[in-house]
């Protein structure tokens, strides 16, 4: 018996999902866009907003970012973590401007008990105390890390898996794949929603990316949020010279995401600022439901707040943008 397009499940091959990727655009597109009508309002885009709390010095050798200790030649300006009050007050401005879930990224390579962490929670209470979803990215955290966020009221917690399990080890060497599926096992035992994507245009095969989305849709139950990015090339990064990839790459990856993963909110996160209105459209026809909203993400250009306002009032979303900007 086939399963009907839309059922929730674990079991998918990359074989399959690469054959779901490589379908005729438009197809893929339909397909797509039928299933998140099944789980999701489509007229609905959640907005968040992301701010760096902590910026650079990352003891990781990321060959993508720009925040690594390990990449010199990065011209980026190292900052100490913000204080609790001064996040709020972003979170709070952020808010007034249309975003629905605030989420704070520290450089660390692991979670460290003490000052910093206990500002790190007062800042998730701060943000939940204003009505906003929270989320943070930290790093590595440990059981009893996790339970204090969770009792902050922490809403999710991002730790992306960059890419496949067979290409990871080109990206990254400081961190090993089952860290990463360590660190998200422990987030999801004390009860938070897991934020785990990756990034696309890296130089991986479109089975690294079948075989990265396999990973994500064998969990149980599937991570609630799916960020999909498109590599932004860094200055001073060892991936400085790639080629952006053609915007049709990061429709094909929403929409396959979203048939194997139909109940997840799919993030339009890093990359969207190269992509016209059209393709952002594209991309949210074929299952995107949620956009970073701001000027910036973490340490890289996004599509800004006045240009969003006119997608989603041109789109007719519910709620669309206001056009003040948000401080994060």
Not at 9 to 38: S, Y
Not at 73 to 87: A, C, F, N
Not at 126 to 142: D, I, Q, Y
């Amino acid at each position: 018996m086939t399963l009907a397009e839309g059922t929730i499940r674990h079991d998918w091959t990359i074989e399959q999902i690469v054959a779901l990727h490589d379908l005729p655009l438009l197809e893929l597109i339909a397909r797509a866009n039928a299933v998140h009508r099944q789980h999701h309002d489509p007229n609905k885009v959640q907005k968040a907003s992301l701010l760096s709390i902590k910026t650079g010095g990352c003891p990781e050798n990321c060959a993508y970012c720009p925040q690594s200790a390990h990449h010199r030649e990065v011209d980026l300006t190292r900052d100490k973590l913000m204080d609790p009050e001064s996040v709020i007050a972003m979170a709070s401005t952020a808010k007034a401007a249309g975003a629905e879930r605030f989420c704070m990224g520290a450089a660390w390579r692991q979670v460290r008990d003490g000052k910093e962490f206990d500002a790190v929670i007062e800042m998730v209470e701060g943000v939940r105390n204003l009505g906003m979803e929270a989320c943070v990215t930290l790093g590595m955290l440990k059981p009893h890390q996790a339970e204090r966020l969770a009792n902050a009221g922490l809403t999710a917690y991002n730790h992306n898996l960059d890419t496949s399990p067979e290409f990871y080890g080109q990206i990254v060497t400081t961190r090993t794949y089952e860290d990463r599926l360590k660190t998200l096992a422990t987030v999801r035992s004390f009860g938070i929603d897991l934020c785990c994507g990756g990034i696309i245009g890296m130089g991986e095969t479109i089975r690294d990316r079948a075989s990265m989305l396999q990973v994500l849709a064998s969990m149980e139950p599937h991570p609630e949020s799916v960020p999909i990015n498109a590599l932004v090339p860094i200055a001073g990064t060892p991936l400085a010279s790639r080629p952006r990839i053609d915007p049709l790459e990061l429709v094909r990856m929403v929409a396959t995401a979203r048939l194997v993963m139909p109940a997840s909110t799919v993030r339009l996160s890093a990359g969207r600022s190269a992509l016209n209105r059209e393709a952002q459209v594209l991309c949210l026809a074929a299952g995107a439901n949620s956009v970073f909203y701001g000027d910036t993400l973490l340490t890289t250009p996004n599509a800004g707040i006045g240009a969003d306002a006119e997608l989603f009032a041109a789109i007719g979303e519910q709620g669309h943008a206001r056009t003040s900007a948000p401080a994060a």
